[in-house]
């Protein structure tokens, strides 16, 4: 499809400017157009926008007051997502302008934990469409469906098919939310240019009965697809998006487990891809590893970690985490025998008889734990009993998981126990920040999913580090769509990490934070970005360049209006 503008540069002035095809309203129906009220009147005569505007010429500051005003007559924080969804829709560049201006107080406004919220309603708070929603009645003719509009070149793609959507499981359609607010914060984030992100929603069925009912549910009114005829339709989408949109980036996002590895080892190596709820989750995880040994002055590969949760993310923890081990010296065997996960029946070990492939791959060796009390299948508090962990990371969305006896036997042996509480929504963490505070004693190291003000405890203001992808994808698809990489490798991942964690300050560390605060998040994702673009490179996925952070930066958009010309 054309596209209505086309930005330039000019090399004289050393200003960006850009040329518009539209005219009158269309103009102002385009969201990424639109300026409202902040068109110059030499702009509104020559796009015929006089008279379709009220007269006075507003900068861009007084309409973020505006935008303000208008958020504080919200009383709940769906009816501000809502509302900041509305502004994206109208004009891209003012809501992402109030977007940076307000990370820390709306990035759980625009993702979790409100996102939640919004996916659970989406048939009820449903206004405009934004995205796409590919359905079983497209079979034969997604790819037309994949180029129903513009979209820059090498873009991102976030797809879900909306069966584990966050700790609230299938929502059906209203799983777009996902997407939707992923990306808004790659741009947010790393600034990749609005009209660079697809948000796919796979609407391939719900076995939500109470959505199949609903006379509002604006999805795909039958049960889920599932075996060959699912596999066919994902392995239709692949093959369409190749085709359509040659060097996109495909980020799968809030699969169940059953089709989240699948689809991710099918693919891989196919186009740039990867699952944020395995690899980015990941890579969020083992940066806050290193950060916390650097607190206590020690490596990684010293660490004994307890996963309560087997999920994709828990493995994908599990995974990172002995990969990283390995990075820093240790043994494989060594490395596998330091991390444990627990699943619904107890400590995933090989000696069971019960595991999928999967489980047995990340199960620890019978051996290592044979002399553990409470055996053959351990429950929590015996783990952490028997391993001495330093680190207890909960993915297992079971509120209150960690209970006192379990974090207080975790740190009964350590200066500074990590605690991580990371289940979404804020009503699934495992314990609460406060609550692991007074029974460590103000000593641990604690970094939730969701976001929790900081706890004072003894007089003592700790800060509570959010373990938030956001510190990972959005610099990870920069650093991808900029080097061109065709894979996205576990090293790109562990890179990733690194990066995250060089970017704590000392002042972070004194305040007891794991990650840094999100207001940083944009120069956090170019550090991250360039990490991964030089990693793509030492790992042969892409070409060398000679300046990989001007690279970098020549992709990212800043929300500021810039001069319109009429051709």
Excluded at 374 to 379: L, N, R
Excluded at 476 to 486: F, I, K, Q, R
Aim: glycine share 8%.
């Amino acid at each position: 499809m054309k596209r209505a503008y086309e930005e330039h540069f000019d090399l004289t002035s050393g200003t960006r400017y850009v040329d518009v095809s539209l005219r009158g309203s269309d103009v102002l129906k385009s969201p990424i157009l639109n300026k409202d009220t902040a068109f110059t009147r030499d702009e509104r005569d020559d796009l015929k926008l006089s008279g379709l505007l009220p007269d006075h010429v507003d900068g861009i500051e007084a309409q973020l007051q505006r935008v303000q005003a208008q958020m504080d007559l919200k009383t709940t924080d769906l009816g501000r997502h809502v509302y900041l969804n509305s502004l994206m829709d109208r004009n891209v560049t003012l809501f992402y302008r109030y977007l940076l201006d307000n990370l820390e107080k709306m990035v759980p406004i625009i993702y979790t934990p409100t996102v939640a919220e919004a996916s659970r309603h989406w048939s009820q708070i449903f206004r405009r469409s934004r995205g796409l929603y590919i359905t079983p009645r497209h079979r034969g003719k997604i790819r037309e469906v994949l180029q129903a509009r513009y979209y820059a070149e090498r873009p991102i793609v976030v797809v879900t098919d909306n069966e584990r959507i966050l700790g609230i499981g299938d929502q059906g359609a209203g799983g777009m939310g996902i997407p939707i607010g992923k990306l808004a914060l790659y741009t947010a984030a790393a600034g990749i240019h609005p009209d660079r992100t697809i948000p796919v929603c796979l609407d391939v069925g719900t076995n939500n009965e109470e959505l199949l009912s609903d006379p509002l549910y604006v999805g795909y009114r039958e049960h889920r697809l599932t075996g060959d005829d699912y596999d066919s339709f994902i392995d239709e989408f692949v093959t369409a998006l190749r085709k359509a949109h040659p060097g996109a980036l495909l980020q799968w996002e809030d699969f169940s487990n059953r089709t989240s590895f699948t689809n991710l080892q099918r693919y891989r190596d196919v186009l740039p891809s990867f699952n944020d709820d395995i690899q980015g989750t990941a890579a969020m995880t083992v940066a806050g590893l290193i950060a916390a040994g650097r607190a206590s002055h020690h490596s990684i590969s010293e660490h004994r970690v307890v996963i309560l949760g087997s999920g994709s993310a828990g493995i994908g923890i599990h995974d990172h985490i002995v990969a990283a081990m390995v990075d820093d010296g240790l043994d494989s065997i060594a490395a596998l025998n330091r991390v444990y996960v627990l699943d619904s029946k107890g400590l995933v070990v090989d000696s069971r008889d019960d595991l999928n492939p999967e489980k047995h791959r990340i199960a620890v060796h019978a051996s290592a734990v044979a002399d553990w009390p409470g055996g053959p299948v351990w429950d929590l508090d015996a783990v952490v009993a028997g391993a001495k962990p330093t680190a207890l990371i909960g993915v297992s969305g079971q509120a209150g998981a960690f209970t006192e006896s379990v974090v207080r036997s975790a740190a009964m042996d350590i200066d500074r126990p990590v605690v991580m509480p990371m289940s979404n929504p804020t009503s699934h963490a495992e314990a609460t920040p406060e609550e692991i505070m007074h029974w460590t004693e103000g000593r641990a190291l604690v970094a939730t999913g969701s976001p929790f003000p900081p706890v004072n405890y003894d007089g003592q203001v700790h800060t509570i580090g959010q373990a938030n992808n956001v510190f990972i994808f959005p610099g990870m698809g920069l650093g991808v769509v900029a080097s061109a990489a065709g894979k996205v490798t576990d090293g790109m991942f562990l890179a990733a990490a690194k990066a995250l964690a060089d970017e704590l300050t000392a002042s972070d560390f004194s305040a007891g934070a794991l990650y840094p605060s999100i207001d940083r998040v944009r120069h956090v994702s170019r550090a991250v970005a360039i990490a991964v673009f030089r990693q793509a490179i030492a790992d042969g996925v892409a070409p060398a360049v000679t300046n990989v952070e001007a690279a970098i930066d020549t992709e990212i958009w800043a929300p500021e209006y810039v001069p319109y010309r009429a051709v």
